[in-house]
């Protein structure tokens, strides 16, 4: 790896990565009610077109402010929800299955 004078990574130094970093996944389109509102808020709340159900909501740009977001957004929704779910089940088809879950038990 290039390093600066002072023993850093030289990061300037990095060669762009290529398409092959791109993590590619095929769309499938969100079933049922709850993955249908997560996809958008998720698309709101990311500025994407569009999510499917085995997108990553950190690999689409999320972080942690935009997850807190997320979850004030989803109890205006009246839905329970939880950070730290998400960054156990960070695809919205599992994130939607842990939601479904806590409604249930709730």
Known sequence: LPLSPNGKLERKSLPAPGLEAAVVREYEAP??????????????????????????FFELGGHSLLAVSLISRMREHGMEADVRTLFEQPT????????ERMEIVL
């Open 31 to 56: 079933v049922g009610d709850t993955e249908i509102l997560l996809a958008q808020l998720w698309a709101e709340l990311l500025n994407v077109e569009r999510v499917g159900r085995h997108d990553h």
């Open 92 to 99: 919205l088809a599992g994130y939607a299955a842990i939601t």
